[in-house]
């Protein structure tokens, strides 16, 4: 097929969620690790997965349809797949399905003990990727077997199909160099050439369009990165032999990547106009002969969309453009499937929100307007008006007590405590910790009986009093268990917290929480992001009765656990009408309170966790400045209320921590916990080079994986660490929460932890 045959098309989205919207998924994938599901089985539920979403996006009236958007852990480890990228450690696995979850989750098959790749966050979203190892002996070769297969699939229904791959330059970009290797962005003419062979290959299998998506042009993380571009899809654009190309970027604004993808021969581009802007579109000429996708339709939050002022921008790039699709800005991966189960939201909420299925309406509606005219679509600007006019008016989001308490404490210079080494010392003696002390950072697992407690209680078979003796027992077994492992600053285990966001969100005012609005954060980790529509107050404590019933059965400190504002904001669908400094304040004024009211009940050390800090940064360095100083004034207001012998501490994760390493010290934690293991404590010798001076607990085993990690292993760990930090600074902990791991799993890792800890103590 020659390019000139592609077909048209007006209306489409970038990506689609994969997980099932009752989370089918998940549990088939679960249920395959422990044995309890074949592969045929598991199979058969993502066939059927895939086949509802493209004969659900048919049905909504989508004229091009993505695929190759499906994985059962990780987009960027199946482009790994298809490049034949996985790492030699995980060859030794015959099966390929379990060499694939292998490199995601690591294990023990076929009698090998395989390490997993590590895992960070994608771009600015809470979603995880597994980040793709590209040694020197690296050997890129074409494996499209998944690809072909999805689209072999999907031919039951009559509308173009257009596979979806993630482009050269975001893949080597995201990637990292291991094995002394060069980085990776250096592989890039080797890596087109295997892209080239796809293309020429799907070309003869008759497809008209392929989508390659490049987020990464729309940021400052490679330079040079307009040329590269320009080079990639001239070499790629330049084959005789290929679907026409349209190359996705979103997350942000294209700058000098637009006009040099403009002068290649491309056929689409896709812009981000949610995040980004569409007034460049008229200073590059070469574009009137290319295909605009405009990405106006928000993919990744909730809120309804104004068509009024998207048809507006839309009619902008008319002329500028050669066409103009409609677009959702990213993949809908990011929002919930539907509506439709939310029974419990007030109808004026309601109005103001678009799900997955609701913004895939609205793409093809915006489609309709462009084509045949404002009033062809009038009765559903007429809708999306008035819900936007009974928003502006609803008291919920104008709380002015709220607001007024804000002003004052800044007027007073509220946010900040005593300087941290006397902190240190007062803290050291009301707690009286040995050297290298032992924690947890928060959860323990949540098992069968607290799922079981929790569903009766929704069922109604028992009542509130039943269900928080149930939680007490967990609480008091979860302090037994690390009495007996000898952990030294002990947690509660956080029994009763569906989600660490969720469980506060439905404590203060200002938020929903949904039903059923499940999306992935990585694997077969589902959330549901609370949706924050309005201003935060916190009615009463949230944390207070468990963190004291805790206390109360251990001589030993238990750490109050709290979330912090960053966090929370990160974590939910956050409103869009007033800046996030504004909300990051409201939400860190609750958790003010509730770190007060924790001191008042005798809790020493209370944790805030800002596992998503360097998440919300920024993709364009510019703006960068503004964030870091308003997340870390957030969290310092929340954590500025307690006496300088309370013990504060922040647990970080799961990122790529060089860029916010500078506000981690400015957090003033006085001790944080952070990702370390899969990074082998890289993270410390950034944080001693912007002087770093507080406590630090680097994960020394990680809990994202099911193999148990020897005390050999944690011993060598904790050696590491101490070449950075000083013992009276070090502290031990896991990487993170222990909710999704079982019990056996946990008791065996700490007390291999624990173990570790005491034999190096001993050689001090």
């Known amino acids: 097929m020659t390019t000139q045959s592609a077909p048209l098309f007006t ?25 309890k599901m074949d592969r045929a089985e598991l199979e058969a539920v993502a066939a059927t997965l895939r086949g509802d979403t493209v004969r659900h996006l ?10 190759n958007t499906f994985s059962y852990y990780d987009h960027m480890l199946d482009q790994s797949v298809l490049l034949g990228a996985l790492p030699p450690r995980v060859a030794g696995v015959r099966d390929d399905l379990d060499r694939y979850f292998a490199a995601a989750r690591g294990g023990t098959y076929d009698g090998v003990d395989v390490a997993p790749l590590e895992m960070t966050k994608w771009f600015d979203t809470n979603y995880h990727y597994i980040v793709p190892e590209i040694g020197p ?36 970009a995201l990637s990292k160099a291991v094995d002394g290797a060069g980085a990776p962005i250096e592989r890039l003419d080797e890596l087109v050439d295997v892209y080239a062979e796809l293309l020429e290959l799907l070309a003869e299998r008759g497809i008209g369009w392929v989508q390659i998506d490049e987020p990464i042009l729309v ?35 294209l700058t000098d990547a637009l006009p040099a993808l403009a002068r290649t021969p491309v056929e689409a581009i896709g812009i981000d106009a949610v995040d980004g802007s569409v007034d ?60 439709e189960p939310e029974t419990d939201l007030d109808e004026a909420l309601r109005s103001w929100l678009a799900f997955g299925a609701e913004k895939v309406a609205e793409v093809v509606t915006l489609a309709k307007g462009l084509a045949q005219g404002r009033a062809a679509i009038a009765s559903e600007i007429e809708n999306s008006n008035a819900a936007a006019a009974s928003r502006k008016v609803d008291p919920r989001l104008n709380n002015t007590d709220i607001r007024s308490r804000l002003d004052d404490i800044r007027v007073a210079g509220a946010s900040g405590r005593g300087i941290a080494a006397d902190r240190r010392t007062a803290q050291q003696e009301r707690l009286n910790l040995p050297t290298l002390p032992t924690t947890t950072i928060g959860s323990y697992p949540q098992t069968t009986e607290i799922r079981l407690a929790r569903a009766d209680l929704r069922a ?10 149930k939680m007490k027992d967990e609480v008091a077994a979860v302090i037994a268990l690390q009495e007996e492992l000898g ?69 030993k400190p238990v750490k109050g656990m709290l979330t912090g504002p960053v966090t929370i904001l990160a974590w939910s669908f956050v409103r869009d009408d007033q800046p996030l400094a504004d909300t990051a304040a409201q939400v860190a004024l609750a958790i003010r309170d509730e770190t007060v009211d924790l001191e008042k009940a005798g809790i020493a050390i209370i944790q805030v966790d800002e596992p998503a800090l360097r998440e919300l940064l920024p993709l364009r360095s510019k703006e960068k400045k503004d964030y870091l100083a308003w997340s870390v004034e957030a969290f310092r207001l929340a954590t500025a209320g307690v006496r300088d012998d309370t013990q504060v501490h922040t647990h970080l994760c799961y990122s790529e921590f060089g860029e916010v390493i500078g506000a981690i010290a400015d957090l003033d934690a006085d001790v944080t916990s952070i990702e370390a293991a899969r990074s082998h404590m890289e993270v410390l010798t950034d ?49 993170c929460g222990l909710k999704t791991r079982r019990t056996d799993e946990v008791i065996e890792s700490l007390r291999n932890m624990v173990e570790a800890a005491t034999a190096v103590r001993a050689e001090r």
């Not at 507006?312 to 699709?325: D, I, K, Y």
């Open 11 to 35: 209306a489409t989205i970038l990506g689609s969620p994969r997980v099932g919207p009752n989370r089918e998924l998940k549990r088939a994938v679960e249920k395959y690790w422990s044995k």
């Open 58 to 67: 048919a049905d909504a009236g989508a004229d091009s349809i993505p695929v």
């Open 137 to 172: 002996n690296t050997a890129f070769t074409l494996n499209p077997a998944k690809l072909l297969a999805e689209l072999d699939e999907a031919t039951a229904v009559d509308v173009p199909l257009r596979p979806v791959v993630v482009g050269p330059i975001t893949y080597l």
């Open 219 to 253: 940021t400052d993380d490679v330079d040079d990165v307009g040329a590269l571009a320009e080079t990639t899809y001239a070499r790629l654009g330049a084959l005789s032999h290929r679907p026409a190309i349209f190359v996705a970027t979103y997350f942000g604004q």
């Open 280 to 339: 460049a579109v008229a200073a590059v000429p070469e574009l009137a002969e290319k295909t605009v996708v405009a990405g106006v339709v928000d993919g990744r939050n909730i809120w309804r969309t104004d068509l009024e002022s998207a048809l507006a921008t839309l009619a902008t790039l008319v002329g500028p453009a050669g066409r103009v699709v409609v677009s959702t800005s990213c993949s809908t991966l990011h929002v919930p499937y539907s509506l």
């Open 460 to 469: 109604g078979r028992i009542d509130e009093a039943q269900y928080e003796q």
């Open 487 to 555: 952990i030294d600053v002990l947690v509660h285990g956080e029994p009763e917290r569906n989600d660490m966001v969720q469980y506060f969100a439905e404590q203060l005012e200002g938020f929903f929480a949904t039903q059923n609005g499940w999306v992935q954060s990585y694997g077969s980790r589902c959330v549901r992001p609370p949706i924050l529509y309005g201003d935060v107050a916190r009615p009463r404590p949230m944390t207070v009765e468990w963190a004291a019933y805790a206390q109360s059965l251990t001589a």
């Open 687 to 735: 944080l001693n080079a912007v002087g770093f001076s507080n406590g630090v607990g680097p994960g020394v085993y990680d809990i994202h994986s099911p193999r148990v990690p020897t005390t050999q292993e944690m011993i060598v760990a904790l050696r590491e660490a101490l070449e950075a930090v000083p013992a009276e600074r070090l502290w031990v902990n896991p990487d």
